[in-house]
């Protein structure tokens, strides 16, 4: 404590040094006057009191000295000394300044706007309580040869693992599902989510304003409302508690409103509603082969999830055994869980991961840069640093204050990459998963500030230690003599090779994405998305309670709008590829008794009679669907190539039966195959029914697509013509098809831009930094080129001279970052399509690129120097 009170004293003495000073010499002032007054009283002449005076009182300045070192700290002196150099060092050379914070600030400013990604996605806990105890419980099971490990559980499992107190101490069950909300001034489709009393207390989150559900909600017809809907549809009024929401023509009670960022399940939803909703077909609370709910779990206390998964392992056993199996299809069925935040971050941290290692290798880049400027800066200030370490200055006082010079620059790069941060951080918070919301925050700051030091400690280190170093006499002998020393010159030849070798593994990266990219939009869906407009449109249950009212709604619909302006071919399906997919499991041991699989998963899609002609997918045998295939007429289908070649291989597939819910629709015709979920994955076999006779008639939810010359001239079009139908209808989705393809691959096309832009710095500041250590080069050899010169040398000759050297430094740099390319592309792997991560025509025309651009760099300030006059040469030095 004595030491600590002595250092609180120092610190406030320090603060008041000047204050300190003055008064110091004023005392000193006091007594040489006193001293003097009373040495003239006793008869001494002016010059004797002065004299006595200075004697009594010593040496007036080791007194100050001694005095000032109680109030002192040194090394806060020695540094803030080390600031005032530095500052002036960079004034005195603005220019240099300017290239090294610009040089700077691109890699920390990369760096900062992927770290508040991550950080906001990776690192920050779950916006509830105690999030690292939270978790999900699923089930997996084996379908057709592969372990679907992300299936939802049955309302019979939820409350049977509920009863495994001693592991979790609360589980709410979920689903969601979209409702019409109705009694509003523009109808509109809600995300709703059906969730089990204990949702919220589970999670440890509250309402705003209001209350949570209780235990005697269960089938109450109350809802909890999310903050945006709040906003947009009751203008933060307080009093929307109490008040009704129609969601599908069924009242519900606004009993609270959950706060501001609250996004559970995901950002889409909209309420809450109790899950009693979901419960109303006996089938679905009782039988465990409707797997709708998902859960999430609190582990128990002291419960860890290996309890946890042990004891769920233990009761999958017990039901199995009951003879109640999990699944009534599949095999090896079990309980899985997770980790809450490892199921919400999901596919996002791998990209995170790798853009965080690209901005990295910006960043080295351009440290690497900022060392060559400083090596070169500090090579011209050489004799600068002899005379000061003759006259005493130790190779610590120099080490530091070049440390401080660089942290300044650092610092300086910083702001501006803060500013460069801001400006792209909106571009990555649009792709980020469970609504997170990212930003310049104090976390961020303190990384950037933290980033900045050690950046600055990096690439000054070098540089301070050369410019210290013991034998600086002998490197001056060197550059009198005209010709650069080994140790310069090998420092240099290791930037060079540093440059190019980090560059070559985002060129190499860069690359492989954009191919990528290329090769998945060159895949053929199957289908011609131009032109195509589509609208998703769910009927309100209350309104069209009837089959034949549904039916009417959409043959009105397709009626009114054939013929208009800019229409063209039109149809109406219960599914669309890439965009929805409804698929079912079939036993393809009915139809071909040697199949391998006892269970097959295909896509099914119920069409009207133009699906074919209006989405171009070819009927490559037999003939489509058509008006005549009707509710009481032979059942027909059309199946997909896959299909065919599946059930009837090297058989004629036409007329062949078993098709259908009930196995009584023959085949009529087969289609080419499309993709159906995505791009790059080839698309489920699958079956075309027609509506009229499929188990779809019921017409709740359907997408009604046209085609069109001019797609975003008939959206208007298609939304007048819904509401002419029913003005209360809302339309839940419309969009082009071009745009459900660009929203579905646009964190694909995100992820691609950035590593290619980043590629992209790095070859700018390689080839910077490279012409910059050409040139420099150059400059400390003009004697000896001009020597050369003067003795018979050509042009070419020293142009061959300094491409040579700069062959060999690119050459060791390629194939050094060849390998490391090698390394660092298996991040990549499952983000590639169409090419692989070692493909070697990426990495040799990456390679060949940037030595072509590198041998470009030297090109010019080596052709400079091969026209030196060896007259001005020589006298150069």
């Given at each position: 404590m004595i030491f600590l009170r002595e250092w609180v004293a120092r610190a406030r003495d320090w603060r008041r040094r000047g204050a300190l000073d003055r008064e110091l010499a004023e005392e000193l002032q006091f007594h040489r006057e006193h001293l003097e007054r009373d040495a003239v009283a006793g008869g001494a002449s002016t010059e004797e009191a002065a004299y006595a005076a200075r004697r009594r009182l010593g040496n007036a300045t080791l007194v100050r000295e001694e005095a000032r070192e109680r109030w002192s700290i040194s090394w806060l002196d020695h540094a803030q000394q080390d600031v005032r150099c530095a500052l002036r060092a960079v004034r005195r050379n603005p220019g240099f300044a300017l290239v090294a914070v610009l040089t700077l600030a691109l890699g920390i400013g990369a760096n900062t706007a992927i770290f508040s990604v991550v950080d906001g996605v990776l690192l920050r806990p779950l916006p509830y309580r105690e999030a690292d105890r939270l978790v999900t419980i699923g089930s997996s099971v084996a379908l057709g040869g592969e372990t679907n490990a992300a299936m939802a559980l049955s309302y019979p499992d939820y409350r049977d693992i509920r009863k495994l107190n001693d592991?979790?101490?609360?589980?709410?069950?979920?689903?969601?599902?979209?409702?019409?909300?109705?009694?509003?001034?523009?109808?509109?489709?809600?995300?709703?989510?059906?969730?089990?009393?204990?949702?919220?207390?589970?999670?440890?989150?509250?309402?705003?304003?209001?209350?949570?559900?209780?235990?005697?909600?269960?089938?109450?017809?109350?809802?909890?409302?999310?903050?945006?809907?709040?906003?947009?549809?009751?203008?933060?009024?307080?009093?929307?508690?109490?008040?009704?929401?129609?969601?599908?023509?069924?009242?519900?009670?606004?009993?609270?409103?959950?706060?501001?960022?609250?996004?559970?399940?995901?950002?889409?939803?909209?309420?809450?509603?109790?899950?009693?909703?979901?419960?109303?077909?006996?089938?679905?609370?009782?039988?465990?082969?409707?797997?709708?709910?998902?859960?999430?779990?609190?582990?128990?206390?002291?419960?860890?999830?290996?309890?946890?998964?042990?004891?769920?392992?233990?009761?999958?056993?017990?039901?199995?055994?009951?003879?109640?199996?999990?699944?009534?299809?599949?095999?090896?069925?079990?309980?899985?869980?997770?980790?809450?935040?490892?199921?919400?971050?999901?596919?996002?941290?791998?990209?995170?991961?790798?853009?965080?290692?690209?901005?990295?290798?910006?960043?080295?880049?351009?440290?690497?840069?900022?060392?060559?400027?400083?090596?070169?800066?500090?090579?011209?200030?050489?004799?600068?640093?002899?005379?000061?370490?003759?006259?005493?200055?130790?190779?610590?006082?120099?080490?530091?204050?070049?440390?401080?010079?660089?942290?300044?620059?650092?610092?300086?790069?910083?702001?501006?990459?803060?500013?460069?941060?801001?400006?792209?951080?909106?571009?990555?918070?649009?792709?980020?998963?469970?609504?997170?919301?990212?930003?310049?925050?104090?976390?961020?700051?303190?990384?950037?500030?933290?980033?900045?030091?050690?950046?600055?400690?990096?690439?000054?280190?070098?540089?301070?230690?050369?410019?210290?170093?013991?034998?600086?006499?002998?490197?001056?002998?060197?550059?009198?003599?005209?010709?650069?020393?080994?140790?310069?010159?090998?420092?240099?030849?290791?930037?060079?090779?540093?440059?190019?070798?980090?560059?070559?593994?985002?060129?190499?990266?860069?690359?492989?994405?954009?191919?990528?990219?290329?090769?998945?939009?060159?895949?053929?869906?199957?289908?011609?998305?131009?032109?195509?407009?589509?609208?998703?449109?769910?009927?309100?249950?209350?309104?069209?309670?009837?089959?034949?009212?549904?039916?009417?709604?959409?043959?009105?619909?397709l009626q009114r709008l054939r013929g208009r302006p800019g229409v063209g071919a039109i149809t109406i399906a219960d599914g669309l590829p890439l965009a929805e997919v409804n698929t079912v499991g079939m036993n393809p041991h009915a139809i071909r008794p040697d199949d391998l699989d006892q269970f097959l998963e295909i896509a099914a899609v119920s069409v009207g009679p133009a699906y074919f002609s209006t989405m171009h997918v070819p009927i490559l045998q037999g003939r489509a669907i058509t008006a005549e295939d009707r509710e009481g007429s032979k059942e027909v289908c059309v199946v997909s190539q896959a299909l065919a070649h599946r059930l009837w291989p090297h058989q004629n597939p036409i007329g062949q039966g078993g098709m259908g819910a009930d196995g009584n629709a023959a085949v009529v015709g087969v289609a080419g195959d499309v993709r159906g979920e995505s791009l790059e994955r080839e698309g489920r076999p699958t079956v075309y029914v027609p509506l009229t006779q499929s188990r779809s008639r019921n017409y709740d939810e359907m997408w009604v697509v046209l085609r069109s010359a001019h797609p975003l001239r008939v959206v208007p079009e298609l939304r007048q013509a819904v509401h002419a139908e029913d003005a209360a209808q809302p339309i839940a989705e419309i969009t082009t098809y071009d745009q459900i393809i660009q929203q579905r691959y646009a964190s694909l096309r995100l992820i691609t831009a950035l590593i290619t832009l980043f590629a992209g710095l790095a070859l700018v500041l390689a080839v910077i930094g490279i012409a910059g250590v050409t040139a420099y080069a150059v400059s400390q050899r003009t004697r000896e080129l001009g020597i050369r010169i003067a003795m018979g040398a050509r042009t070419i000759d020293v142009l061959g001279l300094l491409l040579s050297e700069t062959v060999v430094l690119v050459g060791i740099g390629l194939a050094i970052g060849l390998a490391a390319a090698f390394g660092a592309t298996r991040a990549l792997r499952s983000l590639l399509y169409g090419v692989t991560s070692t493909d070697l025509v990426t990495f040799g025309g990456a390679a060949f690129a940037l030595g072509l651009v590198a041998l470009a760099a030297t090109y010019v300030p080596a052709r400079r120097a091969g026209r030196v006059d060896p007259v001005v040469a020589l006298r150069s030095e």
């Amino acid at each position: 404590m004595i030491f600590l009170r002595e250092w609180v004293a120092r610190a406030r003495d320090w603060r008041r040094r000047g204050a300190l000073d003055r008064e110091l010499a004023e005392e000193l002032q006091f007594h040489r006057e006193h001293l003097e007054r009373d040495a003239v009283a006793g008869g001494a002449s002016t010059e004797e009191a002065a004299y006595a005076a200075r004697r009594r009182l010593g040496n007036a300045t080791l007194v100050r000295e001694e005095a000032r070192e109680r109030w002192s700290i040194s090394w806060l002196d020695h540094a803030q000394q080390d600031v005032r150099c530095a500052l002036r060092a960079v004034r005195r050379n603005p220019g240099f300044a300017l290239v090294a914070v610009l040089t700077l600030a691109l890699g920390i400013g990369a760096n900062t706007a992927i770290f508040s990604v991550v950080d906001g996605v990776l690192l920050r806990p779950l916006p509830y309580r105690e999030a690292d105890r939270l978790v999900t419980i699923g089930s997996s099971v084996a379908l057709g040869g592969e372990t679907n490990a992300a299936m939802a559980l049955s309302y019979p499992d939820y409350r049977d693992i509920r009863k495994l107190n001693d592991a979790v101490s609360g589980i709410a069950a979920y689903s969601s599902d979209r409702y019409n909300f109705t009694n509003t001034d523009e109808p509109r489709e809600l995300q709703v989510t059906r969730a089990s009393a204990d949702l919220f207390s589970v999670l440890g989150v509250s309402p705003a304003i209001g209350r949570a559900f209780n235990a005697g909600d269960t089938h109450a017809p109350v809802a909890i409302i999310s903050h945006a809907l709040w906003l947009s549809s009751f203008n933060r009024d307080a009093s929307a508690l109490g008040r009704l929401i129609t969601l599908d023509d069924t009242s519900f009670t606004i009993a609270g409103v959950m706060p501001a960022g609250f996004a559970f399940p995901d950002a889409r939803t909209d309420v809450w509603i109790p899950i009693g909703f979901a419960l109303a077909d006996p089938a679905m609370a009782e039988m465990r082969m409707y797997r709708a709910f998902s859960t999430v779990a609190r582990l128990g206390p002291g419960a860890s999830l290996g309890r946890l998964r042990s004891d769920l392992d233990l009761l999958a056993s017990r039901i199995s055994a009951s003879g109640q199996p999990i699944s009534k299809v599949g095999s090896g069925e079990t309980f899985v869980a997770h980790l809450l935040r490892d199921q919400v971050v999901g596919d996002a941290r791998q990209p995170l991961l790798i853009l965080f290692g690209a901005v990295a290798l910006v960043l080295l880049i351009a440290c690497v840069n900022a060392a060559n400027l400083l090596v070169a800066r500090a090579n011209t200030r050489e004799k600068e640093f002899a005379v000061r370490r003759a006259i005493g200055a130790g190779r610590w006082t120099i080490v530091r204050q070049l440390l401080v010079e660089s942290v300044l620059l650092a610092l300086g790069a910083a702001v501006v990459g803060l500013l460069l941060a801001a400006l792209g951080l909106h571009l990555l918070a649009a792709q980020l998963p469970h609504g997170y919301v990212v930003g310049l925050d104090g976390a961020v700051l303190g990384f950037t500030v933290l980033l900045a030091v050690a950046t600055g400690l990096g690439f000054g280190i070098v540089p301070a230690l050369r410019a210290s170093a013991p034998a600086l006499e002998q490197s001056l002998r060197d550059s009198a003599g005209g010709t650069v020393g080994r140790q310069r010159r090998r420092a240099r030849d290791v930037l060079v090779v540093s440059e190019v070798a980090l560059a070559l593994v985002l060129l190499v990266g860069s690359a492989l994405l954009v191919r990528s990219f290329i090769s998945l939009n060159a895949v053929d869906p199957g289908f011609d998305p131009q032109g195509l407009v589509a609208a998703r449109i769910r009927l309100t249950p209350a309104t069209y309670s009837a089959a034949s009212q549904k039916r009417a709604f959409f043959d009105d619909l397709l009626q009114r709008l054939r013929g208009r302006p800019g229409v063209g071919a039109i149809t109406i399906a219960d599914g669309l590829p890439l965009a929805e997919v409804n698929t079912v499991g079939m036993n393809p041991h009915a139809i071909r008794p040697d199949d391998l699989d006892q269970f097959l998963e295909i896509a099914a899609v119920s069409v009207g009679p133009a699906y074919f002609s209006t989405m171009h997918v070819p009927i490559l045998q037999g003939r489509a669907i058509t008006a005549e295939d009707r509710e009481g007429s032979k059942e027909v289908c059309v199946v997909s190539q896959a299909l065919a070649h599946r059930l009837w291989p090297h058989q004629n597939p036409i007329g062949q039966g078993g098709m259908g819910a009930d196995g009584n629709a023959a085949v009529v015709g087969v289609a080419g195959d499309v993709r159906g979920e995505s791009l790059e994955r080839e698309g489920r076999p699958t079956v075309y029914v027609p509506l009229t006779q499929s188990r779809s008639r019921n017409y709740d939810e359907m997408w009604v697509v046209l085609r069109s010359a001019h797609p975003l001239r008939v959206v208007p079009e298609l939304r007048q013509a819904v509401h002419a139908e029913d003005a209360a209808q809302p339309i839940a989705e419309i969009t082009t098809y071009d745009q459900i393809i660009q929203q579905r691959y646009a964190s694909l096309r995100l992820i691609t831009a950035l590593i290619t832009l980043f590629a992209g710095l790095a070859l700018v500041l390689a080839v910077i930094g490279i012409a910059g250590v050409t040139a420099y080069a150059v400059s400390q050899r003009t004697r000896e080129l001009g020597i050369r010169i003067a003795m018979g040398a050509r042009t070419i000759d020293v142009l061959g001279l300094l491409l040579s050297e700069t062959v060999v430094l690119v050459g060791i740099g390629l194939a050094i970052g060849l390998a490391a390319a090698f390394g660092a592309t298996r991040a990549l792997r499952s983000l590639l399509y169409g090419v692989t991560s070692t493909d070697l025509v990426t990495f040799g025309g990456a390679a060949f690129a940037l030595g072509l651009v590198a041998l470009a760099a030297t090109y010019v300030p080596a052709r400079r120097a091969g026209r030196v006059d060896p007259v001005v040469a020589l006298r150069s030095e």
